[in-house]
C-alpha cells in the first residue's frame, strides 16, 4: 500500500491550477511507469486475482468515486441573480426604490419594466442555450471490465477504485490513470490530451528512460484516452479528480473568466455612474439654494438622475446579443453564453489547437506512391487488397485505406480475386501479409507494414513495367523517399510483393521473402476542406490565427503550409517552460505555431497575448484543451468535442465548416456596432443634457423641465430606440475587430455632446425671449417653456441617432433599417401632438405657437449638419475609418 498513499498524499485534493495538479500528480505516475509490474501490484496491496468486495468498499469510502468533476449546471435563482449582478441594473433598481419612497410611481414602473425586459431576455435565452448544450454530452463509454475476487465483472465507471485490475480491448475508453501490467498489440488514442493524431504503441515494460512527464511513459494510460487496437491488463493508480483528465476539470469546473466585453461594459456603466455623481448633486443643490423648495429641487434632481441613466442599455445588450445568438443558431452554432457573441466581433487573435479543428481529426492515405515518388495505382489497388482480406481488427490506416471506395468498384475483389491466406500482424514483425489468387495469374503476396521490415524482406524493385534488382542505389532512393515523406509529416509504410505458384497450401512467416518493393503509403490527419478558406477570410477581416498544439512540430508545420499559414517560427512546449512571463510575451506576437505544449502552456500563451491587449479567441476539443477555453475571451468547440470542452466553451460548433467561424467574427462586429450607437448617442446626450440642466437651474426663476416631463420625455425617447438591434451596420465597420474603447467614447462625449447643449441653450432664448418667458414668468410661460424644450428635446434626442449610427453622410450613403425609422417617426409625431392632446394638462403642457416650429425646423437642421460635420471630422481625427 505505500505507492497508493504516496499518490493520494502527493496529490490531496485541494491542488490549485491546472500545471500544479499534473505537476503533483507527476511524480507518482512516474514511480509507477519505472517500476517491474510486480511491484507496483505489491505497492497497492493487490495481485491478478483482483481486490476483494470488502477491500473496493472500503477504498470507495476512502478515495470517493471514480468521477471527475463537472461544471454544475446554474439554478434557476443563480442563473437570475448573475444577470441582476450588474453595476447598471443595480442602479436603476435602487432610482426605482427611491422613486417609489417618494410616491413617484411612473418612474418606478418604468425602470422596473426595463430591469424586467432585460434581464429575463438574458436569462431565457442563457437557459435556453444551456439545455442544448446539455443534450449534446455524451460519455463514450458507461462500464469497465474488472477482476474482483478472480472474478471478471462489467461495473459501471464511477464505482472503480485504485488497485483496481481491469482488462481493456480495442473500442474501450480508458477509465482511470492506469499501469499497464500486460498487453498485447496495444495502441492507445491520447489526441484529446496530447494532441497526437496517431496511436501511440503501450507495453507492460518499466520504463528506463528518464521521464519528466507521465503523458511520454510508454506503459501507462490516461483517463479519457480510448484503446484502439490490441488488448492489456492494468492496475488502476488514480481516480476521479486525481487523473490527469480530473484534475483538469477540477481546475476549470465553476471558474468564470472575466472577459473584454464584461469589462467594457462595466467600465462604460460606472463612466455614467460617475457623470452622475458629479451632476445630479449640483442640480439637487443648485435648485435647492436659488429656488428655496428643496423637496422640488430633490424630485427634480431625481428625475434627472433617472433621464441621464442609460436604463434601456441592458434591454439593448441583451436583445442585440439574443437576435445575434438566434442568427447564429440557424447556422448550427450553439451560443452558451451571450456575451460571447461581441467578443467573437472584438477577437483580433484565434488561437486553435490543430487536431479535430483545423484538421479532420482522423487518419487518412493521402499519397500512394512508387519508389520515385509518382503517384501509383498499383500501389494503391494491391493496398487495398491487403487491408481488404485481412481479418484482424483494422486499424486506423487500414481504415483509411478502405475509404478509396473507388477502388472496390474498379477492382471488385470479391469477384476477381480470392483469399487465399493470412500471415497476421504482430510487434515484432511490424508487417501483416494477405496472400490472394488472381484468376489466371496465381498467387499474391502482399506485405504492407514498417518501411524498415519490408524493405530488409525486398529483393527487387519495380520501377515502371521492370522489376529489377534493388540495388544499394534504389535503396538509397527509397530511403531518401521516406525521409522526405516523413519531414513533411507523414507517417509511412511500405508495400511489397511476392508471386508465387498456382497452389493450395498455408503460408507462414517465411514466406515473406523475396519480396518486390512497390512503393509506399504515406497517412496524415489533413486539414477540412474549409480550413484554407477559413484562415484567409479571418485574415481579410483582421483576425491572426495561430496554433497552440500538443502535437510535434513536423506534422504541424506541414499541416500549417497545406491551409497556407505562415511559419517563420515555432515555438516548442520546452522552450516556454524556462521563459518568464514577461519572456513569453516578448515571443507572443511573432510566433504563429506553437507545438508540443501542455494544458498549462496553452493557457499562458492565451494570457501572455490578453495582457498585450489582444482580444484572444480558442478553438479546441479535447481534454488538454478546457482550460485554454475558460481563459480565453470566447471559448469555441465543436459537437464532437470531449464534455469538458464543451463545459469550459462559450459556443459550440454544430457543423464541420470553420467558415461560420467568419459569420460568427462579422455577427459579432454587428451586434457590437448596434450596441454602441445606444452608448455613444446616450452618453453623449446625457453629457449634454449636464450642460444644459446645470446651465437652466442656474438662471432660470423656475424648473428648466418638470419631473413627470423628464421622465415622460426619457420613456419616448428610450422607446425610439428599441428598435436599434434591427439597423445595418456600415460594411466598414466590420471590415476590422471593435473591442471597447472607453477613452475613445469618453472623446466622442466630449466633442458631441456639448453640441446638444448649442440648440437646448437656443431653444432657452427663443423661448425666454421670443416668447416671453423671461419676461412674464407665470403659470403659462413656464409651462409654455417647459413644452418648448421637451419638444426640442426629444426631437434631437431622437433623429441624432440617424446622424450617430454612421461615419457616413446619413440617409445618403447610409439609411437605418425601416424598424428604427418608422420609430423615429412615430415618436417625433407622438412628441409633436402632446401638446395638443387630452394629455396635455396632466404633463403640463400647452400648445405651441407656429412660428416655434418654424424655428425648430431650423435649428434640427443646423444641428444635424453641425453634428455631422463634427463627427466627421472627429472620424477622420482619431479612428481609422
Known amino acids: 500500500m505505500g505507492l497508493l498513499n504516496t499518490v493520494y498524499g502527493a496529490i490531496g485534493r485541494r491542488a490549485n491550477g491546472t500545471h500544479a495538479l499534473v505537476a503533483r500528480a507527476a511524480p507518482v505516475l512516474l514511480e509507477a511507469a519505472r517500476n517491474e509490474p510486480q511491484a507496483v501490484l505489491q505497492s497497492y496491496g ?68 426595463m430591469v424586467v425586459l432585460g434581464v429575463s431576455l438574458r436569462y431565457f435565452q442563457e437557459a435556453r442555450a444551456d439545455a442544448a448544450a446539455e443534450e449534446l454530452r455524451a460519455m463514450v463509454s458507461t462500464t469497465a471490465t474488472v477482476i474482483r475476487d478472480g472474478q471478471k465483472q462489467e461495473i459501471p465507471l464511477q464505482e472503480l477504485v485504485p488497485g483496481d485490475v481491469i482488462m481493456l480491448a480495442a473500442g474501450d475508453m480508458v477509465p482511470a490513470d492506469v499501469r499497464v501490467l500486460s498487453a498485447k498489440d496495444l495502441f492507445v488514442n491520447q489526441a484529446t490530451l496530447t494532441g497526437e493524431a496517431l496511436p501511440v504503441e503501450k507495453t507492460a515494460a518499466a520504463e528506463a528512460r528518464p521521464l519528466q512527464n507521465p503523458l511520454e511513459a510508454g506503459n501507462l494510460c490516461f483517463m479519457g484516452t480510448n484503446v484502439e487496437i490490441g488488448a492489456a491488463t492494468a492496475l488502476v493508480l488514480t481516480t476521479g479528480s486525481d487523473t490527469i483528465f480530473g484534475s483538469l476539470a477540477k481546475s476549470v469546473a465553476g471558474r468564470q473568466v472575466v472577459t473584454s466585453f464584461d469589462v467594457g461594459i462595466n467600465r462604460f456603466t460606472w463612466l455614467m455612474i460617475g457623470f452622475m455623481g458629479l451632476m445630479v448633486p449640483a442640480v439637487f443643490l443648485i435648485n435647492g439654494l436659488s429656488k428655496g423648495n428643496w423637496l422640488d429641487a430633490f424630485l427634480f434632481a431625481l428625475a434627472v438622475a433617472v433621464g441621464l441613466t442609460p436604463e434601456m442599455l441592458p434591454m439593448i445588450v441583451t436583445v442585440n446579443l439574443s437576435k445575434g445568438a438566434i442568427s447564429m443558431s440557424r447556422k448550427k452554432v450553439i451560443v452558451k453564453r451571450l456575451n460571447a457573441i461581441q467578443n467573437f466581433g472584438a477577437m483580433d487573435v484565434l488561437c486553435t489547437d490543430k487536431t479535430g479543428t483545423i484538421t479532420l481529426g482522423k487518419v487518412v492515405l493521402e499519397r500512394h506512391v512508387d519508389i520515385h515518388g ?42 476477381a480475386y480470392r483469399k487465399v491466406d493470412e500471415i497476421p500482424f504482430d510487434f515484432v514483425r511490424k508487417r501483416m501479409s494477405v496472400v490472394v489468387h488472381e484468376k489466371g495469374d496465381g498467387h499474391l503476396l502482399i506485405c504492407k ?40 509529416g507523414f507517417r509511412v509504410l511500405a508495400l511489397g510483393l511476392r508471386r508465387l505458384p498456382d497452389e493450395e497450401r498455408l503460408y507462414s512467416v517465411q514466406d515473406e521473402r523475396d519480396l518486390t518493393l512497390l512503393g509506399f503509403l504515406a497517412f496524415l490527419d489533413p486539414p477540412k476542406d474549409t480550413a484554407h478558406e477559413a484562415i484567409v477570410e479571418l485574415a481579410g477581416l483582421g483576425v491572426q490565427v495561430k496554433i497552440l498544439t500538443g502535437d510535434n512540430e513536423v506534422v504541424t508545420r506541414k499541416i500549417c503550409q497545406e491551409v497556407g499559414l505562415p511559419v517563420e517560427r515555432i515555438l516548442l512546449g520546452g522552450e516556454i517552460e524556462g521563459m518568464t512571463d514577461a519572456e513569453l510575451g516578448a515571443h507572443v506576437e511573432g510566433v504563429t505555431v506553437f507545438a508540443r505544449l501542455s494544458p498549462a502552456h496553452k493557457e499562458r500563451v492565451i494570457r501572455a497575448l490578453q495582457a498585450r491587449g489582444h482580444v484572444v479567441g480558442f478553438m479546441g476539443d479535447g481534454i488538454n484543451d478546457a482550460p485554454a477555453l475558460r481563459t480565453a475571451d470566447v471559448g469555441i468547440s465543436v459537437d464532437s468535442a470531449v464534455d469538458i470542452a464543451k463545459e469550459s466553451s462559450d459556443i459550440i460548433l454544430l457543423e464541420n465548416s470553420l467558415l461560420v467561424l467568419r459569420d460568427g467574427v462579422v455577427e459579432g462586429r454587428r451586434v457590437f456596432g448596434n450596441i454602441i450607437k445606444y452608448v455613444k ?68 462625449i466630449v466633442y458631441i455632446g456639448p453640441i446638444s447643449s448649442i440648440f437646448d441653450y437656443a431653444t432657452y432664448l427663443i423661448m425666454l425671449f421670443v ?30 441617432i440617424h446622424v450617430i449610427r454612421t461615419n457616413k453622410i446619413p440617409f445618403i450613403q447610409s439609411r437605418a433599417s425601416r424598424p428604427l425609422i418608422l420609430t423615429s417617426l412615430a415618436i417625433v409625431t407622438i412628441g409633436a401632438l402632446l401638446p395638443y392632446s387630452p394629455l396635455a394638462g396632466i404633463l403640463g403642457f400647452v400648445p405651441l405657437p407656429a412660428l416655434y416650429w418654424a424655428l425648430l425646423a431650423a435649428m434640427l437642421l443646423s444641428y444635424i449638419l453641425l453634428t455631422q460635420v463634427v463627427k466627421t471630422w472627429f472620424v477622420r481625427r482619431f479612428e481609422a475609418d
Open 46 to 113: 493487490v495481485t491478478l486475482q483482483g481486490l476483494s468486495a470488502a477491500e473496493v468498499e472500503s477504498r470507495l469510502e476512502k478515495y470517493g468515486p471514480n468521477q471527475a468533476v463537472r461544471e454544475k449546471r446554474l439554478t434557476w435563482f443563480d442563473r437570475l441573480l448573475s444577470n441582476v449582478r450588474n453595476p447598471l441594473v443595480i442602479l436603476l433598481l435602487v432610482l426605482a426604490l427611491i422613486s417609489l419612497i417618494t410616491g413617484d410611481v411612473k418612474a418606478t414602473v418604468m425602470m422596473s419594466v
Open 374 to 415: 509518382q503517384e501509383s495505382d498499383q500501389v494503391l489497388e494491391l493496398a487495398y487488397l491487403n487491408s481488404y482480406y485481412q481479418t484482424g481488427l483494422k486499424n486506423m490506416m487500414d481504415v483509411a485505406i478502405l475509404d478509396h471506395r473507388e477502388v472496390q468498384a474498379e477492382l471488385q475483389p470479391e469477384v
Open 449 to 488: 507494414g514498417a518501411v524498415d521490415e519490408v524493405l530488409g524482406l525486398c529483393t527487387t524493385v519495380q520501377d515502371g513495367d521492370s522489376t529489377i534488382p534493388l540495388d544499394e542505389g534504389y535503396r538509397r532512393e527509397a530511403l531518401a523517399l521516406v525521409e522526405q515523406l516523413s519531414g513533411d
Open 681 to 748: 448617442m446616450a452618453a453623449s446626450s446625457n453629457f449634454g443634457n449636464m450642460f444644459s440642466v446645470v446651465g437652466a437651474s442656474i438662471f432660470l426663476p423656475f424648473l428648466p423641465m418638470l419631473p413627470l416631463q423628464i421622465l415622460t420625455n426619457n420613456l419616448l425617447y428610450d422607446f425610439s430606440q428599441t428598435a436599434i438591434p434591427t439597423d445595418d451596420v456600415d460594411r466598414e465597420w466590420l471590415a476590422r475587430p471593435r473591442k471597447w474603447a472607453i477613452g475613445e467614447i469618453r472623446r466622442f
Open 771 to 800: 416668447f416671453g418667458a423671461w419676461a412674464r414668468p407665470d403659470l403659462y410661460h413656464q409651462q409654455l417653456f417647459h413644452t418648448g424644450w421637451f419638444v426640442e428635446s426629444l426631437f434631437t434626442q431622437t433623429l441624432i
